[in-house]
Structure formats: C-alpha cells, structure tokens
C-alpha cells in the first residue's frame, strides 16, 4: 500500500486522479494539493466526491511541498513547465513521479520541447533518467523508472491507431493523416473563449492547424516506432461534447491488404494489451462506447481497394487519454497488477 499526492487536484485532470485514487487498492493515503484553493475542501469545489473519499483523505487541499513529503508516488496536473522542480525534489528523497503536462514527454530533446513550448529545461538531469509512459511503446522502461512523462491526449490516439503497421514497415511514412476530434475538457477548467458554451455549443471547428504542441510527440512516436523519420499531417478539432477524443487516421498501404489481413495485424498486436481493444470487423470505434473507462478502442478498415488503411480510434481523454493512464503508469511503477484501480467497465450512455 502507498501514499499518493496530487499537485494541482483541482482542474479537470487533477480531480479525474482524485476519482480513481480513493478506489484504488493498492492506495492507502491521498495527498492533495491546489494553488488556487489551497486550504479550502475539494469536496466543496467538487461535490460528487461527498462520501467518497473512503477515508483516504480529508479532502484539505494543502500546498505542494507538503504532498511531496507525504506521498510515496506524486502525480503532477500542473501547467507545462513547472513539474521539473518537483520531479527533483522526489528524485532526491527517493520517491516517484508522473507528470501530467508536457515537460518529460521529450526526454533528453531539449530542443524540440523548447520549440514547440517556448521554455528551456532547467533540470537536464532529470530528462536524462525520464521516461515516457505510454505502456504499448515502453511498458519495460516504466517499470524501472522514477520520473513518467504521461503522453498527450490525442497523442495516445493516435500513436495506438498506427503502431502495427509502422513496427512493421507496412505503410508510406510520408504525409500519414492525423484527423482527431476532443472533447471541452481538452481545454482546461480555467474559462476562455473556445470553452464558453455560446461559442462551442452547436458548433464543431479545427483549431490549432498545423501549430498544435501535439504534432511533434505524434511524429517523434511514430518514427520511433517505424525506425525512420516519419512525416504526419495532424489536425485537432474540438466538439460540443464534455469527454472523448476520436481519431481518424489515414495512411497509404505499401502493399495493399485486405480488411481480414489488416483487422488480424492489429488483433495480434494487441492481443495482451489490456487497455487496447480492436474492434470486431464491421465495426466502428466511437466515443461513447469508452466513456469513464481507460479503454482505447480501435476499428481497422482498408478503402480504395486495400491500398488505404483507415484506422478509428477513441478514448475518454479525461482517462486513458490523461488520468488513468497515469495510474495505469504508476500501477507499472509499483508493482501493482496494471489493472488495478481503472478496469471500470464503460458507461453505456
């Protein structure tokens, strides 16, 4: 049993953590913490959390020192650029973090994350030792490791919608197409103009058109996986729903396969995968069929004559998009069985 902490427990990632920590029993203890509600009750900020705290905590937000000392296993909900002080202060008193932001998604590629987040690394050594924590790419390294770079929300969609055919060089690596659309809690809590209902109900638009900080973690994953540089055209769009990412991805077929022979590849790469469901043939991943669950579900389909692959892909970008696949990485990290604490089964509406 462990003590968990999270800094930042009170936006939408932070309190998603919240949800699945009181229930896991590998969880004896929850830390919480939140600048902007520091000494105020989370059950206040959050009240369907009344009577489900199960005595883990007394739901008092205190500051971030104080959840590092307490805790065993940190996670970090913070904006990009501010867990690097915290991943070495557990580093030093030998405890472990995941981070949910951007900050260790680069490793080492200081560069790119400078790029593309405007912020040197101001604790190299603790890049060095990272790992980032998608389980399908790096299940292995996660369990050694002390400081997981959770992915990205679209990221994890599409990274699990391609891996099987670039680990197997079956595709063109040029101009691979990345179509994915979220949910408002993408966003964020804090209230802007794309979050306000007046401007995002009833309308469904791309943003982010070639600029989107998730292009670079898509392309470094899939070259990764294909062994060579990998070209991918990304666009995020953003939908009048409050959960869910759906991808749509295409990629033209170095030979053409069949639908049987595509939807087998991809049922034997994720055969042991207990998060990854591919879909019987005929079917069509959607989004509300992971709602509340750490599941990504994946729909194989060939078009223009087996010489296109389509591959669908949907996850609850609340969960196995951001806070359970942190937990899923924290279970790896503690030896805990990889299910435990967010083998919900889906809501059904």
């Not at 912020?119 to 924590?133: D, I, L, N, R, T």
């Not at 490791?145 to 595709?171: F, Q």
């Not at 590849?265 to 019987?280: G, M």
Request: hydrophobic share 40%; proline share 5%; with cysteine.
């Amino acid at each position: 049993m462990i003590t968990a902490g999270i800094i930042g427990a009170t936006g939408y990632v932070g309190v998603e953590l919240v949800r699945l920590l009181v229930a896991h029993p590998g969880v004896a203890k929850l830390s919480l913490s939140s600048v902007s509600f520091e000494g105020q009750n989370i059950v206040d900020i959050y009240p369907n959390l009344f009577g489900q705290l199960r005595g883990k905590t007394d739901g008092v937000l205190s500051g971030a020192d104080a959840v590092v000392e307490a805790s065993d296993v940190v996670f970090t909900a913070l904006p990009h650029g501010i867990a690097e002080k915290y991943a070495a202060d557990c580093i030093a008193k030998g405890k472990k973090l995941v981070d949910l932001s951007a900050d260790f998604r680069f490793d080492e590629d200081e560069a790119t994350f400078t790029a593309w987040y405007n912020k040197p690394y101001e604790y190299p050594a603790v890049h060095a030792e990272s790992v980032y924590g998608l389980p399908e790419m790096n299940r292995e390294k996660i369990k050694k490791a002390r400081v997981i770079g959770n992915p990205g929300c679209y990221v994890t969609a599409a990274t699990l919608a391609l891996l099987p055919v670039l680990e197997k060089s079956l595709v063109d690596t040029d101009g691979i197409i990345v179509d994915a659309k979220s949910g408002i809690t993408g966003t964020g809590r804090n209230p802007s103009e794309k979050n306000n209902f007046s401007e995002s109900g009833e309308s469904f638009a791309p943003y982010g058109i070639g600029n989107h900080r998730h292009q670079p973690e898509i392309a470094r994953n899939c070259s990764k996986a294909a062994g060579k540089d990998v070209n991918v055209i990304f666009t995020p769009h953003l939908l009048p729903m409050s959960r869910g990412i759906i991808a749509t991805v295409y990629a033209k077929l170095e030979k053409p396969l069949s639908a049987d022979e595509a939807h087998a590849l991809y049922a034997a790469r994720y055969a042991d995968e207990p998060f990854v469901r591919v879909l019987p043939k005929g079917s069509t991943a959607t989004t509300k069929n992971v709602r509340g669950s750490n599941f990504c579900d994946i729909s194989v389909h060939t078009v223009n004559g087996g010489k296109t692959l389509l591959v669908v892909s949907a996850l609850d970008n609340m969960v196995k998009g951001a806070a359970g696949q942190a937990v899923q990485n924290m279970n790896l990290l503690c030896g805990f069985e990889e299910t435990a604490g967010i083998d919900q089964v889906p809501a059904a509406f």
